[in-house]
């Protein structure tokens, strides 16, 4: 039985998430205060008096998120992952976990990649969609469609699990194909509260500025295999790492992929690391014969 460590992205978020862990440990309490400073804000008193609004900042969501993740793993004295993966930014979370890359290089990455996000989304109004209900391939032919006729970028971008995948792309991209999703069958096509269109062609911009901060941190021989996004399989080399997490900004995430290719690989046992209980509830509906649980 191989045990798999699960980190969560954006999306995860809540008002007063990671509080228990600062006023409950002094090592929590003390990778806060570190953040803090790294950060040149603080974003422990977000976190804990924030409202939801405060926390959906791009720039705010990401940092926090790898924080309560990297914490809450950190106060597993019996972690010993057989794999890792995360769902879009948890992989950074995940890269921690396994020892590819140290705290401080993996919030210090997180913070510029939400900085990078958010200006790109700024440049073009864009937004994503969660469509349910339809097929993969279905989904993936109606995107490329929709791209042809119209010449506005509409891209698969979160394969979740079966039966529920995110589209992402320009605003009217995003508007027509939620049309010809639901004419096709999909139980639902419903734009999302975003604030752009994240795992498209539109992140360009934010793909320069991570790999310019990426090419200048260490990244060490990792622990346990990482399942990348964009790949959706193992890897244990350096060069592909960091190269999988750059082509994300613009790539989709493959969860399901991931998820699948990592049972084959031999887990059993999924452990979700983080606030919230997400992708326990998508492991489950990859394969429902898997053993979930989570640690927040």
Request: aromatic share 6%; with cysteine; charged share 20%.
């Amino acid at each position: 039985m191989k045990h798999a460590y699960v980190f969560p992205g954006q999306g995860s978020q809540f008002a007063g998430m990671g509080k228990e862990h600062y006023e409950g440990n002094a090592f929590a309490k003390k990778l806060f205060e570190q953040a803090n400073e790294i950060l040149k804000f603080r974003i422990s008193d977000i976190m804990f008096n924030g409202t939801e609004d405060d926390l959906k900042q791009t720039n705010v969501t990401q940092p926090a998120v790898f924080l309560h993740s990297v914490i809450a793993y950190k106060g597993i004295e019996a972690a010993k992952p057989d794999m890792v993966a995360g769902h879009s930014l948890g992989e950074f979370s995940a890269l921690v976990a396994n020892g590819t890359l140290s705290f401080e290089d993996g919030l210090r990455l997180v913070s510029i990649r939400a900085t990078a996000m958010q200006e790109a989304c700024s440049l073009t109004p864009s937004t994503m969609a969660a469509v349910l209900g339809l097929a993969d391939d279905k989904v993936e032919q109606i995107c490329i469609q929709v791209q042809e006729e119209t010449g506005e970028i509409v891209v698969p971008a979160n394969y979740n699990c079966p039966g529920q995948l995110v589209i992402s792309g320009s605003l009217k991209g995003i508007e027509i194909a939620c049309e010809q999703m639901k004419a096709a069958g999909a139980k639902r096509a419903l734009v999302l509260p975003v604030g752009g269109a994240f795992h498209s062609p539109l992140m360009e911009p934010a793909k320069k500025e991570l790999k310019a901060a990426i090419e200048k941190i260490t990244f060490h021989q990792p622990t346990a295999h990482v399942y990348q996004n964009v790949v959706a399989k193992a890897v244990y080399d350096r060069e592909e790492i960091k190269q999988n997490l750059i082509d994300q900004l613009t790539g989709a995430v493959r969860w399901t992929q991931s998820v699948q290719a990592m049972i084959k690989d031999g887990a059993s046992k999924f452990t979700e690391v983080g606030p919230g209980k997400v992708l326990q509830g998508l492991v489950l509906k990859i394969d429902k014969t898997m053993q979930v649980d989570g640690m927040n």
